[in-house]
């Protein structure tokens, strides 16, 4: 992919037919090895607008892919999604990237890999950021490897990549530098000036200041005699990367006379002062011009660059603390500084300066420098939450960049930020002047206006962005400044992988599942990490992680001398929340019941109406009577999108919302006199929206009703442990079928709460699974029995607990007693059948599961789809185990796009147990080790149990007779049907013939004494024993 698209194959080149096939298959090379989850295939197939059969197409197209590329097991669905089983050396970017590490050696072998532009027949999203990414990495590695060869090498391994983008700062300094290494001074100068003109023409800015050395350098020949060693980030363009100066303030010394003519008043830097006329004082290029007389100084003596002036060999920063000019200003190669001799009212002309990397910001980086570089005049807002890193962001990208004005509006009040600003860009406001205009003409002499922390001054700040319309005008705040023409950039939290990135190097951590939990919790955001990495480095990640519930409290120890809002979690949460008028407050306070994302209709029922006493029933969803104050139903929207605005709240997907841990920890500690009566309407839309999903689950939208509940469950712990006894009730009744088909055993274990509540079928049907599948047979037949009446779900279970007992006439009883909806009906004729097939009654099993599969398919749910192929294939695996392989393929299908974790662990037990009886055991074998994955991840010991006993007649008749000895002890005294019984029988008697009786006896008392994780290790230690010694 580094370079045209191909597939080579063991007999040749192999091209997937379709442009849908060839992005999935990209996309998973790119994470090969690794699951790639099916909402991001669905994703990068259809960018804009998912059909709503996309996951059944994505199938569909995986299958042929498959048959494409012809080899057995490639392309695997996991419960994670779609894996592409292939080394990581296979794949020409992975490998590329794995050479390219920056302790690598192996760089000769990387660029020899580089075929051309990386993915260029997937121009959409994720690839384009992938291309980005490695285009930056490429650029590295040429550089990096360039620094290991003689200058005419390197020059020559240059050269394409420079002339491909002339831009390239990095690029064109180092091949200057080697090209006049190596004696060609004139082809080194032609490289800069193309540079120059590049820069100029194509992103309008003008050459940094180190082109600009380099340039001098070589006409006189005092260049370095190697290319140099590349900066950590290889470099990039100065549109998405702008590179900046690191500042040194070595110089604390007066400016010799000689050079600046001195009357009336000073320039000090550091402790040292030089006069100076109080009105004329500027620099440019290589001169200091003082009102109409001008002093040349040698170029060698005077450089200006960004913040930092420079003479000789000596540096100074130029801050506002350190260079002091009354009632004029001083500029040092086009960034400005004005002082106000009426307040001594400063600005400082350096962009802000950080030591440290910057991580996790290539993308928007790249989007507003080119918007910055494109036009001549434009107003963007870069908006985020406190500490997302919005001044870091507009810093890094016009550090580079010449004739910039600073603004910090941090400590300005709104009716200081206009002379603030006038201050900034030079101009002088008479008294009878239009602030506005007069600042709008000095601002046009400048090429990027920056107002930063703008979010307490939003009247103001938007006056003057309406008046600087012929500027570059870029405002950083928590809050758009709602005026025609801005473009907004929001600035999320960082990607997990930057967080990870950014929490260990501030930590000087090694990577760990800490490290990802600390930095979720911390909702990504860099601030947030930054501090609890300098808590890491005192108290170390395990503690660090157990304190993390004490945040606000536990991350105070910012940067000392810094903003001091942003030197404590507590004090950048609480200068937002001082921001608000106190109906938004109570808001924000009310939604902090809400412990995930949450809509519109469900802040209204939930934070609609002002405190009441606690002791008043609540309705569900519904208005309270009487009630008054503010929040009342039809204000709740408009303040919940002034919260947006504000960052304060965050959009999570169409139509939802949610509040940042950190913003969710800081409200609840104020929770307002209301706070039992707002738990309690939580609760209650909770339980609502839960009975909603249930309906969902019995249709053809399962899929998203499964999703529904995902996302809500945070919510549904909540509302569990705050609700009333009737609520706990109705949400273990509502959330049954979900728990069941995906295992959420947790969420069966709610039923319980019909013990002590109101009697509901369903909810002691929930509990009665969840004994079932803990292999407490005895209770899941009493709690379930006590439904009356029993109802659908209650006869299900019945039926399962029969099942396992073999107890053929009571499931069979149960079974048929199941009446209900449709997907009810299929479960009661899936549960039949396989009493049927496992009594032998394959003939009888055969019809019912047919019918089973006719009426499921009539539903359209998958789940009933799926159980229904599951107990058709059990039925044919004796008699036609090819069609029973292709059933049960069918089923797992269906059941992992719905996270049916019963059924897709049956359906692939089965297949395993039918490949077992039918085929060389080896293939099996392997197999096998991800069916006691699936079931030890559903959680259901009982059908875990009955999956060993598969395995126990596999290992005997692969010759693993020891661990089947082991399980046929841990397994005796469960009851097997008739079938199972004789296969049971033959193994056992195989290995009895291999083995000494003793140790048989031995071997089976030791199974005997194991509990199920200890057996199910011995198993898997076993397999994995089999499969290196390579049998099969």
């Not at 480095?537 to 660090?544: F, K, R, S, W, Y």
Request: a neutral charge.
């Amino acid at each position: 992919m580094l370079g045209p698209f191909g597939v080579d194959g063991e007999d040749g080149p192999v091209v997937p037919a379709g442009p849908s096939q060839r992005v999935i298959l990209a996309l998973l090379a790119l994470h090969a090895g690794r699951p790639v989850a099916v909402a991001t295939l669905v994703d990068a197939l259809w960018p804009d607008r998912p059909p709503a059969s996309a996951r059944n197409t994505l199938q569909s197209h995986v299958a042929r892919l498959r048959s494409r590329l012809a080899t057995p097991g490639l392309i695997t669905l996991e419960p994670a999604g779609y894996r592409l089983d292939l080394p990581r050396a296979h794949v020409d970017v992975l490998r590329f990237e794995d050479l390219a590490r920056p302790a690598g050696v192996r760089l000769a072998e990387a660029v020899a890999l580089w075929r051309g532009d990386p993915l260029p027949e997937f121009p959409g999203e994720p690839f384009r950021g992938i291309a980005a990414r490695l285009v930056t990495l490429h650029r590295t590695v040429l550089v990096r490897h360039a620094a290991s060869m003689d200058a005419a090498e390197a020059a020559a391994s240059l050269q394409a990549a420079t002339d491909a983008d002339p831009c390239w700062e990095e690029g064109a300094v180092t091949l200057a530098g080697a090209l006049a290494t190596a004696g060609r001074r004139g082809d080194a100068l032609e490289v800069l000036r193309r540079h120059s003109d590049a820069v100029i023409d194509r992103l309008g800015l003008d050459p940094s200041d180190r082109v600009r050395r380099t340039q001098l350098a070589i006409l006189r020949g005092t260049l370095p005699a190697t290319p140099g060693t590349p900066p950590a980030n290889g470099g990039t363009t100065p549109a998405s990367h702008p590179a900046a100066p690191v500042p040194s303030a070595r110089l604390e010394a007066p400016v010799a006379p000689s050079r600046v003519p001195a009357a009336g008043s000073h320039l000090s830097f550091g402790d040292a002062e030089t006069a100076v006329a109080p009105s004329r004082v500027s620099a440019a290029g290589s001169h200091l011009s003082f009102g109409d007389a001008e002093t040349a100084v040698a170029p060698s003596r005077v450089s200006a660059a960004g913040s930092h002036l420079s003479f000789g060999d000596a540096e100074a920063a130029v801050a506002s603390s350190r260079v002091v000019a009354a009632g004029s200003h001083l500029s040092f190669g086009g960034v400005e500084t004005a002082v106000a001799s009426s307040r001594g009212m400063t600005r400082s002309p350096a962009v802000p300066v950080r030591f440290s990397s910057f991580l996790g910001r290539a993308e928007e980086q790249q989007w507003l420098a080119s918007l910055l570089a494109d036009s001549e005049s434009v107003l963007v807002s870069v908006v985020g939450p406190g500490g997302v890193g919005k001044t870091r962001l507009v810093a890094e990208t016009v550090r580079a960049a010449t004739g910039v004005v600073w603004v910090d509006a941090a400590g300005v009040r709104e009716e200081d930020l206009a002379e603030a600003v006038a201050v900034g860009v030079g101009a002088r406001v008479a008294p009878n002047d239009d602030p506005f205009t007069v600042i709008a003409a000095a601002a046009a002499r400048h090429r990027i206006v920056v107002l930063d922390n703008c979010e307490h001054v939003l009247g103001t700040a938007a006056g003057l962005a309406t008046a600087l319309r012929g500027v570059r005008l870029v405002v950083t705040s928590q809050e758009s400044l709602r005026v025609d023409g801005e473009r907004v950039l929001r600035l999320g939290p960082l990607s997990d992988g930057a967080a990870r990135r950014l929490f260990c190097e501030r930590a000087g951590a090694a990577p760990s599942e800490l490290v990802g939990e600390i930095v979720e919790r911390l909702d990504l955001l860099p601030l947030a990490i930054e501090l609890a990495a300098t808590q890491a480095a005192a108290l170390g990640v395990t503690e660090l992680h157990a304190r993390l519930d004490d945040r606000l409290d536990l991350l105070n120890r910012g940067t000392r001398g810094g903003d001091p809002r942003h030197r404590t979690l507590r004090a950048v949460v609480a200068w937002s929340f001082g921001l608000l008028d106190e109906p938004s407050a109570r808001l924000l306070r009310r939604l902090a019941v809400f412990a995930g994302p949450f809509t519109v209709a469900a802040a209204e029922s939930v934070a609609a109406a002002e405190s009441v006493p606690a002791a008043e029933p609540v309705a569900a969803g519904g208005e309270l009577a009487g009630e008054g104050g503010e929040l009342r139903r039809p204000r709740i929207a408009a303040l919940l999108a002034g919260l947006v605005d504000r960052s304060l709240v965050a959009r999570d997907g169409p139509g939802r919302f949610r509040l940042l841990e950190t913003v969710r920890a800081y409200a609840s500690e104020e929770p307002g006199p209301d706070r039992a009566v707002t738990e309690a309407r939580h609760a209650e839309a909770m339980a609502a929206a839960a009975v909603d999903l249930d309906r969902r689950m019995h249709g053809p939208d399962q899929a998203a009703a499964v999703r529904g509940f995902d996302a809500l469950l945070p919510d549904l712990r909540l509302a569990f442990a705050r609700g009333a006894p009737g609520v706990r009730v109705r949400l273990a009744a509502a959330m049954y079928r979900y728990g069941y088909r995906c295992q959420q055993y947790e969420v069966l274990a709610w039923g319980r709460a019909a013990l002590d509540g109101p009697a509901h079928p369903d909810a002691l049907a929930a509990a009665a699974t969840h004994a079932w599948g803990r292999g407490d047979l005895r209770e899941a037949r009493d709690l379930a029995g006590r439904a009356d009446p029993p109802g659908a779900a209650a006869h299900e279970v019945l039926g399962d607990v029969a099942l396992v007992a073999c107890e053929a006439e009571t499931a069979l009883a149960h079974y048929r007693a199941m009446g209900g909806d449709p997907v009810h009906r299929v479960s009661g004729l899936v549960g039949e059948a396989l009493v049927l097939a496992w009594s032998g009654r394959v003939a009888e099993a055969t019809a019912v599961a047919g019918e089973a599969v006719a009426l499921a398919d009539v539903t359209g749910n998958p789940s009933a789809r799926a159980e229904a192929r599951y107990a058709l294939g059990e039925a044919l695996g004796d008699t036609d185990p090819v069609r029973a392989l292709a059933l049960l393929a069918e089923a797992v299908e269906l059941a992992v796009p719905v996270d049916d974790r019963l059924f897709r662990a049956a359906a692939g037990s089965a297949a395993v147990a039918v490949r077992s009886r039918h085929g060389d055991p080896g293939p099996a074998l392997a197999e096998f080790r991800e069916v006691l994955r699936l079931w030890r991840r559903a959680g259901n010991d009982t059908l875990h149990a009955a999956a060993l006993r598969n395995l126990l007649v596999l290992l005997a008749r692969a010759g693993v007779d020891e661990t089947a000895a082991l399980l046929d002890g841990a397994l005796a005294r469960a009851a097997v049907y008739p079938a199972e019984a004789v296969r049971l029988q033959r193994a056992r008697e195989a290995v009895a013939q291999r083995l000494e009786p003793e140790r048989v006896a031995a071997l089976r008392r030791r199974g005997e004494l194991l509990g199920p994780a200890r057996v199910t290790a011995e198993a898997a230690r076993a397999i994995d024993a089999v499969l290196a010694r390579g049998c099969g």
